[in-house]
């Protein structure tokens, strides 16, 4: 079968709903090397790691470099080779990207440009003058960074630029929200944080689940972890300690936590299992020593969590025995 | 197989509105109690002295500012702190002397006649070069009515000793 037979069977299939695009493409994408599988199942080679690993350094070298000979730099070479190394990484990575057994070395450096431009701009502003520690002034350079890597995506539809675009979105997020709320009542409370983690938590498992059978699908994994971490967390921590506790929290997280260890079946996720299991121990320990420690003695209270841990852990091995190959 | 992709195009569409919410509640809950929240009317006045190490303290009996020697303990460094008024339609203070503050009727509550309160913490910033720490300064807020509002004026003046003392409402 050659190209044009190939396409036109395509076009038939696709005109008779045998095959949906998300298909298409990721068959197209399991025949290419070069870009991460579309599988939540994809594994980091070797060669891989070591790509961004070195990248990593390389960003680690520019930083101690330029910070030890900081007050020696003229602006302009302050803003050269910050903003400047940012915008030759990111034009590196695209020509990389382009040819075919380099893509890993593009993404290397487009790993480096993620780090190091946002530095940049921030020196920029700070050869202006610019007050770089004002949340309007990070909300502005957070939101040129998502523009930069939500159009980047869409030219290049690499999942690396969607994981930049979450994680600039993620920063925009905090120091806007900051930034509406400074001098108010509401910014000085210690919830507004937990706020924002668990908004940003619960934004993270629908992205992932969102993810899931699509290109960005690799991603899902991570932001299953981080947004449990940071939903649950968040969740835990409005709880409060007695005797300014919040009951609201403390009731229902028992609640969020069974629910997240019973979600990891439909989903078929470990992430949740696990995580779900660890926070729900993290919550009987808080309760035993927020509440029990005074009025039933300590040992007591100590019987008490053991028991409900062994509990937590047969509720643990009995649904881990249902995930044997699913990662 | 449809019935999935929806569900995944939802989960997509609600993960980029729940930021959005998220902020629309903060918004809300700034702005629309400015809305039927009464002006403050009270001036108030205020030192700049810090916690300890201020020579002199200030109260307010019956109406009127009355300044006490604090008594020294050898091998302390001691600071004059300064009166300040604060003009609270302005959003400015200016400062005033002892005698000038003496004239005044004060009112020493916490809570002024209108129902608002000041509250006062300090702000650390460093700036980007690295030199972190920063020099702080006083933040100050004015709350009441399930509103806050940062005061701006007066608090990092060049002499300043960078403390906030709340003394008294003018009252006039």
Known sequence: ?327 | METEKQEKNWSLRLAIALPFVMIAFVVASIYLPRLWAPAPKYDFVYHDGQDYGSAVTFRVIDGALIKEEVKRIEGVYYTEPHLYLYDIATDNSRRVSFEEARDLKLDGSRVSPDGFSIESGIESRGDFSGSFGGYPKPLVYLKGHMVSRKLHGGFDAEDSNSGFQFIGWVVK
């Open chain 1, 1 to 327: 079968m050659n190209k044009e037979e190939l396409l036109q069977a395509v076009t038939h299939a696709s005109k008779e709903k045998q095959v949906t695009r998300d298909e298409v493409v990721q068959a197209y994408d399991a025949g290419l090397e070069s870009k991460l599988a579309p599988t939540e199942g994809h594994r980091f080679g070797i060669a891989e790691i070591l790509y961004y690993l070195g990248g990593g350094i390389v960003v680690l070298g520019i930083g101690i470099l330029i910070s030890d000979n900081w007050e020696d730099l003229s602006s302009f070479t302050r803003i050269f080779s910050t903003l400047g190394s940012g915008l030759v990484a990111y034009v590196v990575g695209v020509l990389l990207s382009k040819q075919e057994g380099r893509g890993e070395w593009g993404q290397a450096f487009h790993l480096i440009a993620a780090c190091v431009l946002p530095i940049g701009l921030f020196v920029v502003l700070d050869e202006m003058n610019v007050d770089t520690s004002s949340y309007g002034v990070m909300s502005l350079v957070y939101i040129s960074l998502l523009g930069l890597y939500l159009f980047s995506y869409r030219m290049f539809q690499k999942a690396l630029f969607m994981l930049a675009s979450i994680v600039f979105g993620s920063l925009l997020f905090v120091s806007g929200t900051d930034w509406l709320a400074d001098g108010t009542a509401l910014f000085d409370t210690g919830d507004f944080v937990s706020y924002q983690f668990l908004v940003m938590g619960l934004t993270y498992l629908l992205l992932g689940y969102g993810f899931v059978g699509k290109a960005e699908s690799a991603l899902t994994k991570y932001l299953y972890v981080f947004g449990l971490f940071f939903s649950l967390g968040s969740a835990l921590a409005l709880g409060g300690w007695s005797p300014e506790q919040n009951w609201f929290w403390e009731i229902i997280f028992p609640g969020l936590a069974l629910g997240t260890i019973f979600l990891s079946l439909p989903l078929q996720s470990r992430s949740f299992l696990i995580l779900g299991s660890i926070f729900l121990i993290a919550y009987i320990l808080k309760i035993t020593g927020e509440y029990f420690t005074d009025s039933l003695g300590w040992p007591f209270a100590l019987v008490v969590a053991g028991l409900a841990l062994i509990g937590v852990g047969a509720l643990f091995v009995r649904l881990n025995n249902r995930y044997k190959g699913i990662s």
